[in-house]
């Protein structure tokens, strides 16, 4: 291959790396010294043309995302470099650079600012004089050579779609109806409230195009971003577009110094800056977020939520930190990340309704705790009329469906379900006849729609649907509905671009074939620059090494830190303690004292607890007669086996160690999202007892502890509803209920004296 074959004629000088970077080469031969020319930037360019490249064009647009340019240079050799443009915005985009820990002082600036030309300001960007660049007033650059344009980036943005294009595209496509009402909406890195099609943001979605095209978010509408990590690279192409059309945006972040340098390159949005750490985001459509105990967990309050015109709470839990306090704040609703779920199981036994976040859950949510999927709308209503509910959800079914649930023809039921119906459809109806299971007093009736959900609990999900989530006393049902988006534009290919495993050619769009073509002519261009050449060759690997790493370091999600969660129990725990009015602190102080160790005090205390534990279980199993039949054991065991994808099994198998199926290792999700992984000895009869067990214990926990406050006639109306929430069965409910009475019939009495 020789350089010819390449560069065939002026037009193969351009290579196009993503649409915002471009390589442009100005050589005649592979003899050439730093003949290239960079105009924008991209995760993607080879780190193997950063030694070739002498001038970097930053253009009145900031082309690329000014956090990339860390993986587009090499700052050891910053001397060797031009950055050609404006001298206020070059010295801006330098500066941003310090917030990666990189100083570009050394780096040369050409000012264009110096003898402008009445239309546009001319600067020589090669020393081979044939090439000229020209910056324009309106903002706009080209390339000149041999007086003929060969690179006009206005021209190229309005064929190769950059990034305020797509966003223009975005706000094209988007429909404003679907969020007229309020709600969420899940994405990779993000969750978005809404209401009234405003939109305030908890994290930064990272490749969003393709969702918020699937979505149709419209980007313009976004007010608000709360920065929940340390990386706001993918907030850059947002505030660009808002630049160039002059919007507004308030971010919510702890580095300050970063949004201030945000603001000074693009000047002509305003940007709204707030601290992280303790915040109160009020949007002015009936929004507010604030976060708990400076944790990234936050308390949403929505208004005026349809059709009962009351105000809702939703606590959203994806931070480990503070969540007892989380845990612990009143909602109608609680949104928590699956991998927080898992490890505080236990802690978030009593909450109700309870949303997961969780990307591979793929199952129709049968229990009552519900499953959420990135990429998905989640309209949110709030019911205090039953009929109104029932009346909704029926609308959603089916006419035979509905027919069939007025005349309670549970066998016509039973087969609509089977037949091929539309995925939403059937959806609808399953989650139907969990709202006629949770009110309906008669045993039979809710034996058989019990039998019926469990039949249907492994149908997939319904993909690409709007969800409408339905609030009611402790219970939240979804519905959803088909959505018509429209495929005109090639979102998902775009970003696709950007990422290492791309689809064949032939299923992508000719802009972005362009672009994967480039990027292999540019391969082969550097083959032949390199072949004779070993020392810049040996150079440019180890640009790619520490460029690679800087990646890794920076691009990487951060891992949760799940320990924060069992220190949290550790704190409930002694706070338990103290209620209980236990006095163990001196002699726990006089321990730690004698033996020097904090070690031994913790390890105290937990044994004190222990045998405390061990104390009011013994007691609430005799007031209560709390007592797990072997059939509550049996049904409990089948339906974890069936939940974890085996099929029932008889009560033998059930209590004896089956290697054929159970083992060592083997990980079980219990019927409430807890995962138990399997020990020595195991079997699922008494993994199932000791659940039923536990699930027991907390609900009487909180019953016993409601019985007391009634007799001292205190009406606690939130530790009522918590113990609605943790009640497992219709005896549990019916002692409630009976409590509830005993509460309203106080009240009456109190408002009379």
């Not at 915002?20 to 010294?33: A, L, N, P, W």
């Not at 630049?243 to 002509?268: H, M, P, S, T």
């Not at 079997?683 to 027991?696: A, P, V």
């Amino acid at each position: 291959m020789e350089l010819h074959d390449i560069i065939k004629n002026d037009d193969d000088r351009l290579f196009i790396i993503s649409p915002e970077c471009f390589i442009v080469f100005t050589g005649d031969s592979t003899e050439d010294e730093k003949p290239f020319i960079r105009i924008g930037n991209s995760l993607l360019l080879t780190p193997r043309v950063i030694p070739l490249i002498e001038n970097i064009i930053i253009t009145d647009l900031i082309t690329g995302n000014p956090a990339c340019e860390q993986y587009n240079i090499d700052p050891r050799y910053l001397s060797s470099n031009r950055y050609i443009g404006s001298k206020l915005i070059v010295k801006r985009y330098l500066e941003f650079q310090k917030l990666f820990g990189l100083d570009l002082n050394n780096a040369t600036i050409v000012d264009i600012e110096q003898d402008i030309p009445q239309l546009s300001k001319e600067q020589i960007i090669s020393d081979r004089e044939t090439f000229l660049g020209v910056f324009y007033t309106d903002s706009n650059f080209k390339i000149l050579h041999n007086q003929k344009t060969m690179f006009d980036l206005k021209e190229i943005h309005q064929k190769y779609p950059g990034d305020v294009l797509v966003h223009s595209k975005l706000s094209e496509y988007s429909n404003k109806s679907r969020y007229a009402g309020c709600g969420f909406v899940i994405t990779r890195g993000a969750t978005i409230f809404y209401k009234n099609n405003s939109f305030s943001t908890v994290g930064i979605p990272s490749r969003y195009y393709s969702a918020f095209a699937q979505l149709q978010i419209d980007p313009a509408n976004i007010r608000d971003v709360i920065i929940t990590n340390t990386n706001s690279m993918p907030l850059v192409p947002l505030i660009k577009w808002k630049n160039a059309a002059g919007g507004r945006l308030r971010i919510f972040y702890d580095n300050d110094d970063e949004i201030k340098l945000l603001q000074k390159l693009f000047n002509q949005c305003t940007l709204h800056h707030k601290s992280s750490k303790n915040f109160v985001c009020d949007n002015p459509e009936g929004i507010t977020i604030q976060n708990i105990a400076s944790s990234h967990n936050c308390i949403i309050t929505i208004k005026n939520v349809k059709p009962a015109t009351k105000d809702i709470t939703i606590v959203y839990i994806h931070d480990p930190s503070g969540i007892t306090q989380a845990i612990e704040t009143a909602a109608n609703l609680y949104i928590i990340d699956y991998e927080i779920y898992k490890k505080a199981a236990m802690l978030c036994a009593s909450l109700s309704p309870v949303i997961i976040v969780d990307s591979n859950r793929q199952g129709v949510p049968i229990k009552d705790v519900t499953y959420c999927i990135p990429s998905h709308q989640y309209d949110v209503r709030y019911y205090l009329d039953e009929k109104k509910l029932l009346s909704d959800m029926l609308s959603c079914c089916s006419k035979e469906f509905a027919q069939a649930i007025s005349e309670e023809d549970f066998d016509e039921i039973e087969k609509l379900l089977t037949q091929e119906l539309s995925p939403h459809i059937v959806y609808n109806c399953i989650q139907t006849l969990r709202v006629i299971l949770h009110s309906t007093t008669n045993r039979d009736l809710y034996k058989r729609i019990e039998k019926i959900l469990y039949k249907m609990q492994t149908r997939p999900l319904p993909d690409s649907y709007r969800y409408t989530i339905m609030l009611h006393k402790s219970y939240a049902y979804m519905t959803c509905q088909p959505v018509q988006v429209p495929q005109e534009y090639p979102f998902e290919a775009i970003e696709q671009l950007d990422e290492p495993s791309r689809p064949a050619p032939h299923t992508l769009p000719d802009i972005c074939n362009r672009i994967i073509e480039d990027r292999k002519r540019l391969e082969m261009l550097l083959d032949l620059f390199y072949a004779n050449n070993t020392e810049i060759a040996k150079e440019a690997k180890s640009i790619e090494k520490a460029i690679n790493k800087r990646k890794k370091e920076i691009t990487q999600t951060p891992k949760l830190d799940v320990s924060l969660i069992t220190k949290e129990k550790l704190k409930k725990r002694l706070t338990v303690l103290k209620k209980a009015g236990i006095i163990v602190a001196g002699i726990a102080v006089a321990i730690l004292i004698m033996v020097g160790s904090y070690h031994a005090f913790i390890l105290y205390q937990e044994k004190q607890e222990r045998e405390r534990q061990a104390r009011y279980i013994e007691y609430l199993s005799k007031k209560y007669a709390i007592h797990i039949s072997d059939r509550d054991i049996f049904f409990y065991a089948n339906d974890v086996a069936v939940k974890n994808g085996y099929s029932r099994i008889d009560i033998k198998s059930l209590k004896e160690k089956n290697p054929h199926w159970i083992y060592p290792g083997n990980r079980f999700i219990l019927l409430d999202g807890e995962v138990v992984i399997v020990k020595p000895g195991d079997t699922l009869w008494g993994i199932s007892e000791r659940k039923l067990l536990s699930l027991n214990i907390t609900f009487y926990t909180l019953l016993d502890e409601l019985e007391k406050k009634i007799d001292k006639g205190i009406i606690d109306e939130h530790l009522a509803q918590k113990a609605m929430n943790a009640a497992i069965h219709t005896k549990h409910r019916e002692r409630v209920k009976a409590l509830l009475q005993k509460m309203n019939e106080l009240k009456a009495k109190q408002n009379n004296t």
